[in-house]
């Protein structure tokens, strides 16, 4: 069974830092794309940071570029994402998404063979 958890979500001040995790089992992990989405209700799906564990490398928004690091630790087939000076703008419902797809290709096209249930952030001002 393909399983994508989150962790790490919750209130954070503007400014501060927040990491965020997910646990992936059930898929080979090496062979897919892992991705933060995230949604803010009543609006559409913004594809975050990508990680591609075939060659490392990062792909990331213009919203979070120098703000967000996402980064994996294959042993524990874990993604993470780092966020640095938060925003208002960064309150959301952040989800976990695998892709067999490159990461440009899922960021333009959201579509992902898995996601997990997501994890909460709120921004304080």
């Known amino acids: 069974e393909v399983q994508l958890v989150e962790s790490g979500g919750g209130l954070v001040q503007a400014g501060g830092s927040l990491t965020l995790s997910c646990a992936a089992s059930?898929?080979?992990?090496?062979?897919?794309?892992v991705a933060w989405v995230r949604q803010v209700p009543g609006k559409e799906r913004e594809g975050v940071a990508c990680?591609?564990?075939?060659?490392?490398?990062?792909y990331y928004a213009d919203s979070v570029k120098g703000r967000f690091t996402i980064s994996s630790d294959g042993a524990k087939n874990t993604v993470y994402l780092l966020m640095n000076n938060v925003n208002v703008e960064d309150a959301a419902d952040y989800y976990c998404?695998?892709?067999?797809?490159?990461?440009?290709?899922?960021?333009?096209?959201?579509?992902?063979?898995?996601w997990g249930r997501g994890t909460q952030v709120t921004v304080s001002s």
């Open positions: 990680f591609s564990a075939t060659d490392g490398s990062t």
């Open positions: 059930g898929f080979t992990f090496d062979a897919y794309v």
């Open positions: 998404a695998a892709s067999a797809m490159h990461c440009v290709v899922v960021f333009t096209t959201s579509q992902y063979d898995y």
